[in-house]
């Protein structure tokens, strides 16, 4: 019985495993061995088991990729493993730790499942980064591919395969003429027997693919599992350090307190008795300026009753003085009248004015002095 014709979502799901199961190793070898030769030209790789073992050995001694069977032989899942996933590939971070191509430059970017990159051209220029995009990019196609529910893909689809695939040969230096070629194939081009094969191909890939996952899964949860013991034992040991730690700090602060209370107290005895000597001068100089005080007011009064007293005997001699002038002005003018009377002052009558004048001032002299004498020593000392 013949078999109904291909429908075109099925024509395009079988040129697209074509060129993922026949086209993206071929890629992949070729750029697997350009990357080898760029870092260890020293020994191009030429497939041998020198070179082979070489690999093994930058890779750690352990490996997903059968080094014991030829590059030829490694399906995609291998060649992945071998590139961006490969320690011998791995670049320093900007903390300067070792980090494979798919670390530093694949998963930072953290694409939506079922979604691919939007370029695989590295924005600053970087090759490592452009070579992990385009490698990823392939890896992204293959698992379209074999993580379909159905045999058949969209035309819209499909171009979009075939356009992502080429631009992720041409960076990666890949010539993309197979890649036009199948998408060039007619239904003519895929007998019963090529689909079969093609059907087998694709499960084996698919087992390949899950298997990885597994191993990728089993990986992580070993490296979380180690992650979170080592996590529990740093934090024990922080905790112990923690405490030490404490305990130190406390006994530490406890001295410190101590230290600080002596101080403190030889601080108080200090300005204590700072303020009792300040006391002590303040008192002693307040007595000697008490008994100054005294001593001045003993001498002031002492003096004011020697003033007094000089005043006393200054205005008792005064008065006597003034009473013996005014005795003697009065006999002057006695005399005076007499020798108005008599007619004999003639040309002396001047003179004898003036000396009348001056006796005057004398006795006014004398009544000032008595004036100042009753002011200082009271009313009526005079």
Not at 6 to 14: I, K
Not at 29 to 36: P, V, Y
Not at 105 to 117: D, E, N
Request: charged letters at 25%.
């Amino acid at each position: 019985m013949a078999l109904a014709p291909y429908r075109d979502e099925q024509l395009n799901y079988f040129k697209f495993a074509t060129i993922v199961l026949d086209e993206f190793p071929k890629a992949l070898r070729q750029t697997f061995k350009s990357m080898w030769n760029i870092n260890f030209g020293y020994h191009p790789w030429d497939d041998s088991i020198t070179v082979r073992n070489l690999f093994l050995t930058t890779e750690g001694g352990t490996t997903r990729v059968p080094t014991h069977h030829s590059y030829d032989e490694w399906d995609c899942t291998a060649l992945f493993q071998a590139t961006i996933y490969a320690r011998s590939f791995a670049l320093p971070d900007s903390t300067g730790i070792y980090r494979t191509l798919s670390d530093l430059y694949v998963k930072p970017r953290r694409l939506p499942h079922g979604s691919f990159h939007p370029s695989v051209k590295s924005p600053g220029g970087n090759n490592a980064e452009t070579y992990a995009l385009a490698i990823d990019q392939l890896r992204l196609l293959r698992n379209s591919m074999s993580h379909s529910h159905v045999s058949e893909i969209k035309k819209v689809t499909f171009d979009q395969y075939v356009q992502l695939a080429k631009e992720a040969f041409k960076v990666l230096g890949v010539n993309i003429n197979s890649v036009d070629a199948v998408g060039g194939l007619t239904e003519s081009d895929f007998p019963t027997r090529r689909v079969h094969q093609l059907e087998e191909d694709i499960r084996m890939e698919l087992q390949a693919g899950n298997k990885f996952l597994q191993d990728e899964l089993k990986n992580q949860l070993l490296d979380i599992q180690s992650d979170i013991v080592q996590s529990n034992q740093e934090r024990q040991n922080d905790q112990k350090r923690t405490e030490t730690e404490r305990k130190e700090e406390i006994h530490d602060l406890k001295n410190q307190l101590k230290d600080d209370k002596n101080e403190l107290k030889d601080k108080l005895e200090h300005i204590t008795s700072i303020i009792i000597q300040s006391n002590q001068k303040q008192l002693e100089d307040r007595k000697v300026t008490e008994k100054e005080l005294v001593n001045l007011t003993k001498q002031l009064q002492f003096n004011k009753d020697e003033v007094k007293e000089e005043i006393r005997i200054t205005a008792e001699k005064t008065t006597a003085a003034s009473r013996g002038v005014t005795e003697n002005l009065a006999e002057l003018k006695e005399k005076v009248n007499d020798l108005i009377i008599s007619k004999k002052l003639g040309n002396s009558l001047i003179t004898l004015d003036y000396c009348f004048y001056v006796v005057v001032i004398a006795f006014k002299h004398v009544k000032q002095m008595r004036f100042w004498g009753s002011c200082i020593l009271g009313p009526g000392s005079l």
